[in-house]
């Protein structure tokens, strides 16, 4: 025989040593393989060289001469202390099981309960009085001959269920006691004692589970795989006990309660509303009562299996497949127990157990490594496709083919617009992997610019995407995509979709044709899409550059009346000096035929809330309708404080005639609303005052009504 290094040990004579200690000293001293004595007790098994595991004599604990480079030694530790840490659980669990099935808890909570029985009497004091009802309700039936309650046919089954209501409550308790009786005997049968002090570690001691927990048997710790085995069992146990103790714990509350209500078992036999509560109550006493003795029994069978299987583990030393079909075996028929508890309809067993297969396979996965490996493998496989798209063999073969479907799209026919389709799907894609792989979602809009300078053009794509999704796109960066993939293209086509909500004029500015333009702004303002809250600062600029575009969407927006002047004026928390002067190129738009001001016919619902948007941002009246009282006087009339609270001092000279305009435009009513906005405003000195002052004058029109209005009698801008 040879040692690591490959020299001749051979086999030599016991080496007498005093101890244990001694006997590893030597081994760490010494490359030779000895036997050896210590105490002269005989000879142990073969020691190993230096660094390996020192086995010890038949009867030594498995943690006792561990060495350190020894992984068996350690793993076969660490199994039997999360085995006796399982026992302990175990231990605690098996004590809340004895409580439960134990016979004087169980006449305490339920046999002997005066509390119960008390209730029990109310109940059925309460529900004779539906005999009474019923009988008087079938003489009535008998004298308007209503056959089907007459009393003939109902007085037998009411005196009956009249007599038997009375003895309710000892026919539940004799049929729950002789449940009782029949799950008490397998009980009797597990190995306990009278005081049932423990169920569980009878279990355990009649099984192979103390011949690994004790010290009395090397074999089988020395055995890996059995260690494993046996802790996945302790492990499945304890949780499949400790759900059967909770499901045994509901049968007893189930039980007092089907006790306390069990007179309408006879009433609604009586009662038609009551019939089925009846029957329910018949359904869940029989159900309950003889769940326990059916879980017992499957607990004493499980036993009887773990028995059995402890002879055949101390016969040997069983492999992984023989070892894994000998402890599943017990836990199956306490899983199968759980699973009739659930189809039962066992109140709680069904989310009992439920979480507790959860919290199995999630405890299996998280020590078994078995999270950490499917994730593993997984991020693995996915960073070798990654890996495989990078590939010079598969970008070659890619831009091959894209252009090839780029070069036969132009050709007439379905099969260059099928080519085409091809091609724009396989740019979108390349623009998608490219933001993914960039992680454009997390940019802020200084990142996406810097993006939008890179050469890729998908990486530019990407930028300008990410910039469209931020509502920060301008014109320039519209152009960009453009001029990248094409006016046509699917990525042009979905940065307009984008772009287009918060900012419609430079989303279509690429429509040279100013007709086509007009029709594409008028189908978007009508649809869903649009809404002037999602209308950005930079929509409504009046910029030189985007003046005239952003003029072109307002005025075509106001003309389909999906903008008003109530929405003028939330746009103008926007952007102020943007909306003054938009609106100002709006209502004096001219006809492009004509040369006249479009918007006069204050008749006209558009023209008269575009004017009248354009006296609540500017203060003044529009070209287009100044000095022609008539207009001024309609405009007036349908106006309200937010129209009037910025007039301008202007208006005066302009329109000489406007403080009788006012007067005899403005009602009464508006007035108490009007007059208060207007003396807040920027111009009450100036405006407000006069106007209030005039309407205050002796024989004027509203005069007595300024006097008397609370609101208008003080008020003095």
Same mark, same amino acid.
């Given at each position: ?525 009508? =649809?869903?899409?649009?809404? $002037? @809250?999602? #209308?950005? &600062? ?6 030189? +550059?985007?003046? /005239? ?117 403005? =009602?009464?009513?508006?007035? $108490? @609303?009007? #007059?208060? &906005? ?6 009450? +000195?100036?405006? /407000? ?29």
């Amino acid at each position: 025989m040879t040692d690591e290094l490959g020299r001749d040990i051979g086999w030599s004579q016991p080496v007498e040593k005093d101890s244990k200690e001694d006997c590893k000293a030597y081994c760490r001293s010494s490359w030779s393989t000895d036997t050896f004595n210590y105490n002269n007790e005989g000879p142990t098994t073969n020691s190993l060289s230096q660094g390996k595991e020192i086995p010890f004599k038949q009867g030594d604990a498995a943690c006792v001469g561990v060495e350190f480079f020894s992984f068996k030694t350690w793993f076969n530790c660490f199994m039997l202390i999360v085995l006796q840490f399982l026992a302990l659980i175990l231990e605690a669990v098996s004590y809340l099981f004895t409580l439960v099935v134990d016979p004087a808890v169980f006449q305490t909570v339920v046999g002997n309960n005066t509390a119960i029985y008390t209730t029990w009497a109310m109940v059925r004091d309460t529900l004779n009085i539906a005999f009474i009802l019923v009988l008087l309700f079938s003489a009535f039936c008998t004298v308007f001959q209503i056959e089907k309650y007459n009393y003939k046919k109902i007085l037998i089954t009411l005196i009956i269920m009249a007599l038997l209501v009375n003895f309710s409550f000892p026919i539940a308790r004799v049929i729950i006691d002789f449940s009782n009786v029949i799950m008490y005997y397998f009980i009797s049968n597990l190995g306990i004692g009278e005081k049932a002090s423990s169920v569980l570690p009878a279990i355990a001691k009649n099984s192979f589970i103390a011949n690994i927990i004790t010290e009395s048997d090397a074999s089988v710790k020395a055995n890996s795989v059995m260690l494993v085995a046996s802790v996945v069992f302790m492990f499945i146990l304890v949780v499949t006990v400790f759900v059967i103790t909770i499901l045994l714990l509901i049968r007893m509350v189930v039980l007092a309660f089907l006790i306390i209500f069990s007179s309408i078992a006879f009433v609604g036999s009586i009662v038609p509303f009551l019939s089925t509560h009846a029957s329910k109550w018949w359904d869940n006493l029989f159900k309950y009562s003889f769940f326990g003795p059916l879980m017992v029994f499957m607990i004493f069978v499980s036993m009887q299996m773990m028995t059995s299987t402890k002879g055949l583990t101390s016969k040997s030393s069983p492999g992984t497949i023989e070892s894994m079909a000998l402890f599943s075996l017990p836990i199956v028929i306490l899983l199968a127990g759980l699973m009739v508890a659930k189809n039962m309809s066992i109140m709680g067993a069904s989310a009992i157990t439920g979480m507790a297969s959860k919290f199995i396979t999630g405890a299996g996965k998280k020590f078994s490594g078995a999270n950490f490996v499917t994730g593993t493998w997984g991020a693995y496989q996915t960073r070798r496709k990654e890996a495989g798209k990078d590939s010079w063999a598969n970008r070659s073969g890619s831009f091959l083919a894209s252009k090839q479907d780029q070069l036969r799209g132009q050709l007439p026919g379905r099969g260059g617009r099928d080519a085409q389709l091809r091609y724009q799907r396989d740019e979108m894609k390349k623009i998608k992997d490219e933001s993914e792989r960039q992680g454009t979602e997390h940019m802020g809009e200084s990142e996406a610019r810097t993006l939008t300078q890179s050469r890729d053009k998908y990486a530019r794509a990407a930028g300008y995407q990410r910039l469209a999704e931020l509502g920060r796109a301008t014109q320039t960066d519209m152009n960009g995509m453009r001029a990248s993939f094409g006016e046509t293209s699917q990525a042009f086509r979905q940065m307009v979709n984008k772009v287009k909500v918060f900012n419609p004029a430079i989303a279509f500015a690429h429509i040279a044709d100013v007709g086509q333009r007009d029709r594409t702004i008028r189908d978007f303002v009508n =649809s869903k899409q649009f809404s $002037s @809250k999602e #209308l950005s &600062a930079a929509s409504l600029s009046a910029d030189p +550059a985007v003046r /005239a575009q952003n003029a072109e969407v307002l005025r075509i927006a106001a003309e389909e009346r999906s903008l008003n002047s109530a929405d003028f004026e939330e746009l103008r928390k926007k952007n102020t000096d943007g909306v003054r002067t938009l609106i100002g190129d709006v209502a004096t738009t001219r006809d492009p035929n004509t040369g006249n001001y479009l918007y006069t016919d204050m008749d006209n619902y558009v023209h008269r809330e575009i004017q009248m948007a354009h006296v609540g941002q500017t203060g003044r009246f529009s070209d287009a309708i100044n000095g022609n009282s008539p207009s001024v006087r309609r405009v007036l009339r349908e106006s309200n404080e937010n129209t009037l609270k910025r007039l301008d001092a202007s208006v005066f000279a302009t329109n000489p005639t406007f403080e009788n305009d006012f007067e005899q435009s403005i =009602s009464q009513a508006k007035l $108490s @609303k009007i #007059l208060p &906005a207007m003396a807040e405003g920027p111009n009450s +000195a100036t405006v /407000a005052r006069r106007i209030i002052n005039h309407l205050r004058r002796t024989g004027g029109t509203h005069a007595t009504y300024m006097t008397n209005n609370p609101n208008l009698a003080g008020l003095n801008p």
